[in-house]
């Protein structure tokens, strides 16, 4: 049978190249479709058609993306597609029976993880009925939702995910991975939690190292893959000691198969953080770690369920920072319940930590959430399920956040916001510190710290001037807060328009850094004028090692003992 999946493609997909893996195992064809905007429809809708494949399957995992992959079911049937469609991934499953209700077009919902689902519904297209964990269409039109089977629990026992290309940075191709499956957690507004209770099974699962290792290795060797990308929601194991044993067993397991240099990327829970397994994940090639900071005041935490301490965000930062790596975190300032005390503490937070690359947004309700049940049960949900709505309870907070989201909104959620953008010269400084310290100089270290603390900065003083307004004014003057909001907008993109200038120059001289490595270029370069070298040499940028070497890395320490260390060190 020939099926095809759609879905984002902003990174390797995982979830479709796991379903494509299964599929084939079964003796099927699959084929996997990139669909990341609108103005792809008309090319996906050609490319579906051209294969006319029994079966098309939607990837509707984000709801912010739920309307366009309506439109796009519906565009299929209208150019002739008369196949089985099936959507599945996180919003699709908690909105089958709506979706199936509203849009004709669909014929079936996956309700969990879809390897079982789909390959069960290849082998019985003609009966619905029987493929566990699906709601479908009846042909009288009402929706019949079959009991789930449950996730699997053994996950080396899923065929590694089909591979079919490979995003490259600095000529090193990157791969996505996961070694785990779901989260031990449950925050109150994150789909993972509510997902594996509706897919039923147990919630937290962990591949083998063995397995992992084999996944690596054909990656590595059989791809010349050298940037793993970790996309497990907490790369860590709920017990700090089990998690640096399985960090350790996993460099053995490398080291066995004789793995060069190779750089990799998490996502963690501050709670997860201790010096020991960031140690052990440094000597792997840890460079960029996403971390859940979420919040920074207790009640904003408590809000969010977060179960997390509020020392061990500080701490977890400190230990990252030490470590010399691409940190970057999302703050969730507002959540349905957030006072101007908490929003305070958030820019206390920001402005202890403009070292690292961090967005803010609000916690939407998105379906299946404790934070969706709880605006049910207080009457507070606005808007329908392709996106809820809710206002603060807190007048004043609700206006911070109406100004700070309409004059902050391109920053933060344009297609290459600045906030993004800060992470990607951080990323891409960080990936070449890794691969090619040797190309990297002192002042270019200084230029790209620089940016990331200016545009940090930029947005701590812009919040801080929206905090000053909203104390002083009457939260109920819609206008006076409105005419503010433009202001401010104005003013956010201005400024973000002469911080995306500069943040391209560094990009452009890391870039130009690389691509002259070896030839001993890169110092002269910036002496060239391209950057201040201030009339002496630019000095190779060697790295931790070299703060290392004067005592310096892993602890901040007052200035004069810092010069008295270096001088120390360059004299001996
Ligand atoms: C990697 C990732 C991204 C990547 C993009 C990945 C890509 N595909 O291009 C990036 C970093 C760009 C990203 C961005 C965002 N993300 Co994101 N992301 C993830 C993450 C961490 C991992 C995805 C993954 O690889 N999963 C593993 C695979 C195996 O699972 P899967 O994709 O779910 O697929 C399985 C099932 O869902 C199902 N399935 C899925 N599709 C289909 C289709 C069919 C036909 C069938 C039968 C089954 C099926 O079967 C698959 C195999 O088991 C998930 C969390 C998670 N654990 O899934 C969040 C997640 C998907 N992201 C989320 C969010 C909110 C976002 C952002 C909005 C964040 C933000 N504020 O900017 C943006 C939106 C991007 C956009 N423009 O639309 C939410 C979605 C919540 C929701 N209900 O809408 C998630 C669930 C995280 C969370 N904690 O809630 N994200
Ligand atoms: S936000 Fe992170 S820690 Fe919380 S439930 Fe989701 S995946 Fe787990």
Not at 337 to 354: A, K, S, Y
Request: net charge negative; aromatic share 12%.
């Amino acid at each position: 049978m020939r099926v095809v999946l759609l879905g984002a493609e902003l990174e390797e997909n995982l979830g479709l190249r796991y379903l494509a893996s299964s599929l084939e195992r079964d003796g099927h064809e699959a084929e996997i479709v990139g669909f990341d905007s609108e103005e792809e429809l008309a090319r996906a809708v050609e490319q579906v058609i051209a294969i006319d494949p029994e079966i098309t399957g939607l990837s509707m995992v984000f709801t912010g993306r739920a309307r366009e992959f309506c439109r796009l079911a519906g565009a299929l049937r209208e150019a002739g597609y008369t196949g089985h469609i099936i959507a599945g991934g996180h919003f699709a499953s908690f909105n089958c029976e709506r979706l199936l209700k509203d849009f004709p077009a669909f014929d079936s919902v996956a309700l969990g993880e879809g390897e079982q689902i789909i390959c069960s519904l290849a082998r019985h297209l003609d009966e619905p009925g029987v493929v566990q964990g699906l709601a479908f269409r009846r042909e009288d039109g009402s929706v019949q939702v079959n009991p789930s089977a449950g996730n699997p629990d053994d996950l080396d026992a899923l065929p590694f995910p089909k591979r079919i290309k490979f995003h490259d940075y600095f000529g090193k191709p990157i791969a996505s991975v996961l070694t785990s499956r779901g989260c031990w957690r449950d925050c109150a507004f994150c789909s993972i939690n509510a997902w594996y209770k509706r897919g039923g099974g147990k919630k937290f699962r962990i591949r083998s190292i063995e397995n992992i290792v084999a996944e690596l290795s054909e990656l590595y060797f059989n791809h010349g893959v050298r940037i793993f990308n970790f996309q497990d929601d907490n790369f860590f194991v709920p017990n700090a000691a089990r998690a640096l044993e399985r960090f350790e067993a996993l460099q053995d397991g490398l080291a066995r198969k004789d793995f060069g240099p190779m750089a990799i990327a998490v996502k963690a829970r501050p709670d997860s953080i201790t010096r020991e397994t960031i140690g052990v994940l440094d000597e792997l090639g840890l460079f960029r770690v996403f971390l859940g900071v979420e919040n920074a005041s207790v009640h904003g935490l408590q809000g969010l369920h977060r179960q997390c301490e509020l020392h061990t965000i500080y701490d977890s930062l400190q230990i990252l920072n030490d470590f010399d790596i691409h940190v970057a975190f999302n703050l969730l300032m507002f959540e349905p319940d957030t006072v101007m005390d908490d929003i305070l503490t958030n820019l206390r937070f920001i402005e202890r930590h403009l070292d690292n690359p961090f967005n803010f947004c609000r916690a939407e309700a998105y379906a299946g959430t404790g934070l969706e049940d709880k605006l049910v049960r207080e009457g507070r949900l606005l808007g329908d399920y392709f996106g809820f709505d809710y206002r603060l309870k807190d007048p004043r907070s609700e206006a911070f956040h109406h100004i700070a989201n309409f004059a902050f909104f391109d920053r933060n959620f344009g297609d290459y916001g600045l906030h993004y953008f800060n992470m990607q010269v951080d990323f891409y400084f960080q990936l070449l510190r890794r691969f090619h310290p040797e190309c990297l100089t002192q002042s270019l270290r200084a230029a790209s710290r620089s940016f990331i603390k200016r545009t940090n900065l930029d947005t701590y003083e812009l919040l801080s001037e929206i905090y000053d307004f909203v104390v002083a004014i009457d939260p109920a003057d819609q206008l006076l807060i409105r005419a503010f909001a433009k202001e401010m907008r104005t003013r956010v993109d201005a400024h973000s328009q002469a911080l995306y200038v500069e943040g391209e120059r560094i990009l452009r001289l890391i870039e130009g850094a690389y691509a002259q490595r070896g030839q001993g270029r890169a110092a002269a370069q910036l002496a060239q004028g391209e950057m201040p070298a201030f009339g002496c040499l630019a000095q190779p940028y060697a790295g931790i090692e070299q703060l290392e070497a004067a005592g310096t890395a892993q602890r901040p320490i007052p200035y004069p003992e810092f010069k008295r260390r270096l001088e120390e060190a360059a004299g001996s």
